[in-house]
Each structure stands twice: as structure tokens, then as C-alpha cells.
């Protein structure tokens, strides 16, 4: 570890080159010029600050330092020869010539915009004040001094990036970022709000296009001009109907696509650059995560991307990175030991997971700064009442003769019946990690069943009858198809514990959640003669029999230890189970919920029960605790159960 290398740039982009470059065994420190917050010095970050726009200063610098490689993020220094003066003075730099770094490809500004140049126009005045608006912005500078206008294509935009020695090229898993300011796609174009990798937009075939006649000829086609191309070329493109079209080529990693890329990367990046300069680089040593997937959300200065205050106090990016996000800084900076803000573009948070329909936005929740703002929100009363419409019907088939009034009302009502001397029993309850699997297969209807069984259960082990259920679904956007069919399953099983459905609540949280993420809470009554309360702990005595009732599913914590062990095996919800080609971890983790009022009330209701232990979160000694009365123990022969197949193939995966 030996090795020294300094990055050029100052955001999130550079932030992550450089911390994907502190994981190389070959690395022993990495300067960052002119560098942020997120690069201060560290034992293996130090900002520093160089002159980029002298290159004799630059050389002299790299000279001083030892430096091993150069790696330059914008693309500014690369078409001002930066590159051409390190490689000429025998410094390795990872990034084009200045002759190669000219390529480039609506309106747009016709030179190097840094993201920025492009407007799309709907009709022949938006195109008219475009040109406009590209000719007024300063922050252009020469680059919209001459004006692009092309034809206007329509599809998905999706970025596919490449590394190159000139000859040879290794494609990156395609990503896709998000320009507007807010959601929906609306809004103004800012340098990027977001990104996600991989883009399951982008087909195999798609790929394979990309690669062999858009990528592989741009770079044959410098190498024929006597410039070739050593570094990253980005490829910013349409997916038409007609196949993938080239929107434009960049000479840089993308800004925010990087942030989400290189998490994936597998292989050592510094060995890959030098590859690249050394010319001796080959694609199947290019490893990269086949799995998982990575998303990065933008946190921005509230009024960007016009004017914005500077030097506001952030707050939680420590939180998140103990919780496993990874935090790329652009515009911070650091000032008597605080955190502030220092442009327009703040950070870049990223979640990384095996799964690609979940996304821990989550973690934004715990990052703070006065002005920020990263989307827009809004509740949806019409979506709300689209679905008390669609759950009508399903709620109905539930009502018991007892109910008066229907869903929909301010409250549900109840009228109890049939009972001499009752008790009511009550339970709030909700399903755990399950809710997350679920969300991530998109099987929601089992979820509303185990929601119902967590509760009505453990109402029966009072030996009390379940009388009513009301549920709270909490969400960052409602989904009314998504909410109906977890409503479904808790009607399903509400008919199977003869438990009316009368009410529930439903919240959009979008300062709370995020999109598609939703949380369910349930409520539910039941009802007991007080001379049939259970447990009878003063009846219990030797001699008494123990029946267990087999489980259909997974408690909560076996689903904890599950879910934990797959993503530390890279094993996807998907996946075939190695001890029964049958299944798939997801029918064993989804599998629904016992409810078991049919089996064992009438039981209780005729004196053969003295207690009744619900095992589903904390194992078995806990519940069994808590029926017994002082001084007693129980025997369980184990020896006498037989033990589910995965269940044995789990504990032989776990070791």
C-alpha cells in the first residue's frame, strides 16, 4: 500500500472516485483538489489545493507528492489539456487528451455544459424561448455561444458508461438518472436530483448493441484519428422504439450516475485505471455486482437550482452512514467543527441493496438542514376515496350482526351481545420485517392476513373471542391498487376469525415516507366471560398435557435471521432454495399466517383449556413464561415434533 493519487473536482462525483479509491489495498492516500467536507482530511482523505488551470503547478505538485495517478473528474481540465501535460511529464493521468475530450453530441449548448446545456421543447415557442434562456445563462459561458438544435426523440434517457484504453472497452451496468427538480418529472432541469443502478429499462440486447455500435465504434473511431480515448466515456441515451440513440457523449464519469455505479464495482478500481493508461485492459477482470442495486436520492439547497443561501448547518449524515447509506458530498464544507452547506447540490445519500424494487430513502428522514429541500409532496384525497369505493365491497363480507353503521364514518360501532358478565380484551399489533419482503415481491394480500392472525391469536389466548378489527395504513404516496390488495387479506382473514372489519384509517405521510414505502398497524377487540379468562394459572397443576399447534410460517425473528443471512450470502427473495427445489426463499419468508379461532375456541369455550401461549416473536420460552403459574416448569418432548425440512436446510445454510 504504497501508492499515492490525487482527484481533481470538488463533488459528489469526485467524493465517491475517491472513496472507491481508499478501498484499493494498493492505495495508500488520496488527495483531493480542491475537494469538500466528505474529502477533509482524513487518515486517508486530504484536501489540497492546486491551481488546475496551471498545469506546470499541477506537474510540480504531483512530483512533490510522489504522485502514482491523476484521476480528473469534470471535464473542464481534460479539454484544456491537462491530461497531454501530466502523460508528457510522465504522470500518469486517467482521463482523454484534449483532442478526445472534444466529443460531444433538443437544444443544446454546443461545448461542455457540465449537465446543464440541455432543453427539451414541446412545441416551436418553448423551442424559441429555450434558445433564449441557454443564450442569457452566464453560467454557460462560452458554451452556448453557438446553439444545437436536433431532432427531439422520445423514450426512456438512460446512461451507459464505459471504461477505455483506447482500444479496448468495459462496459458499467447501464444506470438511469432523474434531472427535474421535483416529482412527477417536473419542475426545472437541475445537474441531476437522482439515479439509480442497474436500470432494468435497458435490455440485454439493448446492451449488447450499446456496446458493440455505439461505445466500441466511438472509441475505434478516435483511435483511427490519432486520439484515443483513455478513460471513462459516457454515452447519454434514448431508448426509442427504433432501439437505443445517442443523445450525447461525455468525457467524464456522470454526476450523480457515479455515485450509483461504482458501489457495484467489485473489482479494485485503481487497478482498472491503470489498465486503462497502461493500455492493457481487459473486460472480463472488470468485475461488478450481478445482484444488488444502488440508488442515490440528491439533497439540494432550498431555492436550487436559482439562487441559494450558503452556509447553512446540516445535520444526521453520521446517522446514516451507521446505518449502512453511503454519503458523497458536493456542496459542504467545514467551518469551526460544523457542517455547512456551500452550493447548490449538498450531498448524494445511497442505499445499496440485493433487491431492486426497495430503496432505503428512508435515511433521508434522518438528514437535516434549514432550506433543504430534495422533493416536492403532497397528499391525495381522490386516491383516498378511490379506495374506501373499491374496499366496500370487501369489508362487508366481513359484518357481523353486531355492527351498526358502515365503513366510511367517523368511527365504527359495535353493540355487544350474548355476554353475561364480559371482559374486553384488546391488542395493537403489526407484522415486522415481513411487511418489508413483502413490499420488495410485491405480495401484498398476505401481509393484510398475517396482520389479522398476529392479532386475533394472541386475542385467543385470553380465551377471548375476537369481536372487531380496524387497521391504519401509513404511506409516503398511496397506491390505491397496492392498498386494496393488502386490505383484501385483512378482510380474508377477519372472515376467517368471524372478526368484523369495521374501520381503519388511511395517511399519506410524505414527510414520513417516501413513494411507495407504507407502514400497517392493526387494532382489534375481543370479548370473554370473566369466569372463562384465561390463563387459569391457579388450575394448573402436574399431570397436565401440553398440545403444540403447528406453525404455518415463520415467526418474526427467524424472518430477522433469514432476511440478514441472505444478503450477507448475495441471495435474492427469488432464489431457488439449495434444500428444496421447490421453493423459493420468498414462498418460505411469505408464507401466511395460522388463524386458529375455528380450532381452538370451542375448546376453550367448553373448559379444556387452562392457558394458551401464541409463539411468534420471541421463541418459545417467553410466551410459556407467561402462562405459568409460580414454581411450575414445563417439558416439551422435543424429540417428538418433526422438524420441517427448511427448517433444518436454514440452520445448514446459517452454519
Not at 500500500?1 to 472516485?17: D, K, N, P, W
Not at 429541500?373 to 359484518?399: F, H, M, Q, R
Not at 365503513?407 to 411487511?435: A, Q
Not at 414462498?587 to 367448553?606: A, E, F, K
Request: charge should be neutral; include cysteine.
Amino acid at each position: 500500500m504504497t501508492e499515492f493519487v490525487l482527484v481533481i473536482g470538488s463533488g459528489a462525483r469526485e467524493h465517491a472516485l475517491a472513496w472507491k479509491l481508499t478501498l484499493s489495498p494498493h492505495v495508500n492516500h488520496v488527495y483531493v483538489s480542491p475537494g469538500n467536507a466528505g474529502t477533509h482530511t482524513t487518515s486517508k482523505f486530504t484536501n489540497c489545493d492546486v491551481d488546475v488551470k496551471d498545469h506546470d503547478e499541477v506537474v510540480l505538485w504531483c512530483k512533490t507528492k510522489n504522485i502514482s495517478l491523476v484521476v480528473v473528474g469534470p471535464e473542464d481540465p481534460l479539454a484544456k489539456g491537462l491530461a497531454d501535460h501530466l502523460n508528457t511529464a510522465g504522470i500518469k493521468c486517467f482521463g482523454p487528451c484534449q483532442k478526445a475530450a472534444q466529443i460531444e453530441a433538443i437544444v443544446k449548448a454546443s461545448g461542455l455544459a457540465a449537465g446543464k446545456g440541455v432543453i427539451v421543447g414541446k412545441n416551436k415557442e418553448e423551442a424559441i424561448k429555450a434558445v433564449e434562456t441557454l443564450k442569457q445563462d452566464k453560467g454557460l459561458s462560452a458554451a452556448s455561444d453557438t446553439i444545437v438544435i436536433e431532432e427531439l426523440l422520445s423514450g426512456e434517457e438512460v446512461s451507459v458508461l464505459c471504461f477505455s484504453d483506447g482500444t479496448n472497452i468495459a462496459v458499467m451496468p447501464p444506470a438511469q438518472d432523474h434531472k427535474r427538480l421535483l416529482d412527477g418529472d417536473e419542475g426545472p432541469n437541475t445537474g441531476g436530483m437522482g439515479a439509480y443502478c442497474r436500470c432494468p429499462l435497458v435490455s440485454d440486447a439493448d446492451m449488447k448493441f450499446i456496446k458493440e455500435n455505439i461505445l466500441q465504434k466511438a472509441i475505434k473511431g478516435m483511435q483511427k484519428e490519432n486520439s484515443p480515448y483513455i478513460g471513462v466515456l459516457y454515452a447519454g441515451l434514448m431508448l426509442t422504439k427504433d432501439g437505443p440513440k445517442v443523445l450525447e457523449f461525455n468525457c467524464r464519469f456522470g454526476d450523480p450516475e457515479t455515485q450509483v455505479i461504482l458501489p457495484l464495482l467489485e473489482s479494485d478500481l485503481y487497478d482498472v485505471m491503470l489498465a486503462c493508461v497502461d493500455g492493457n485492459l481487459n473486460e472480463s477482470a472488470v468485475c461488478w455486482n450481478e445482484k444488488k442495486h444502488a440508488v442515490g436520492v440528491v439533497v439540494v439547497s432550498g431555492g436550487y437550482p436559482g439562487s441559494y443561501e450558503k452556509e447553512k448547518p446540516i445535520k444526521g449524515p453520521e446517522k446514516l452512514v451507521e446505518n449502512h447509506y453511503v454519503v458523497f458530498h458536493a456542496g459542504t464544507c467545514s467551518k469551526f467543527g460544523s457542517l455547512l452547506t456551500s452550493g447548490g447540490r449538498v450531498l448524494t445519500v445511497v442505499a445499496v441493496s440485493i433487491l431492486s424494487k426497495r430503496y432505503r430513502k428512508k435515511g433521508l428522514l434522518k438528514l437535516q438542514a434549514k432550506g433543504m429541500t430534495y422533493k416536492a409532496s403532497g397528499v391525495d384525497i381522490e386516491s383516498a376515496d378511490d379506495l374506501v369505493a373499491k374496499i366496500k365491497n370487501l369489508t362487508k363480507g366481513t359484518l357481523r350482526k353486531e355492527v351498526c353503521g358502515g365503513i366510511g364514518g367517523f368511527g365504527g360501532i359495535f353493540e355487544l351481545r350474548n355476554y353475561v358478565d364480559p371482559l374486553l380484551i384488546s391488542k395493537v399489533g403489526s407484522v415486522g420485517e415481513k411487511l418489508m419482503i413483502a413490499q420488495d415481491c410485491q405480495k401484498h394480500e398476505v401481509i393484510g392476513n398475517d396482520l389479522v392472525a398476529n392479532s386475533v391469536n394472541e386475542i385467543l389466548c385470553y380465551g377471548a373471542e375476537p369481536l372487531f378489527f380496524l387497521d391504519t395504513y401509513t404511506c409516503g404516496k398511496l397506491d390505491v391498487e397496492v392498498a386494496a390488495k393488502v386490505i383484501k387479506g385483512i378482510a380474508k382473514g377477519c372472515k376467517e376469525a368471524h372478526c368484523a372489519l369495521i374501520g381503519g384509517e388511511t395517511a399519506e405521510m410524505p414527510g414520513m415516507y417516501f413513494e411507495s414505502d407504507f407502514d400497517l398497524t392493526s387494532f382489534a377487540r375481543g370479548a370473554v366471560e370473566r369466569s372463562q379468562l384465561l390463563p387459569k394459572k391457579n388450575n394448573i397443576s402436574d399431570g397436565d398435557i401440553v398440545f403444540g399447534l403447528v406453525s404455518s410460517s415463520l415467526n418474526s425473528n427467524a424472518i430477522k435471521i433469514l432476511r440478514r443471512l441472505l444478503s450477507k450470502l448475495d441471495m435474492t427473495y427469488k432464489d431457488i432454495t439449495p434444500f428444496d427445489s421447490s421453493s423459493t426463499f420468498e414462498d418460505i419468508l411469505l408464507s401466511p399466517q395460522n388463524i386458529y379461532v375455528d380450532s381452538v375456541l370451542p375448546l376453550m369455550r367448553n373448559n379444556y383449556v387452562k392457558a394458551a401461549a401464541y409463539v411468534n416473536k420471541e421463541g418459545l420460552m417467553e410466551p410459556i413464561r407467561n402462562i405459568l403459574p409460580t414454581g411450575h416448569k414445563l417439558i416439551l418432548e422435543g424429540t417428538s415434533w418433526t422438524i420441517p425440512q427448511f427448517l433444518i436446510g436454514l440452520l445448514k445454510l446459517q452454519a
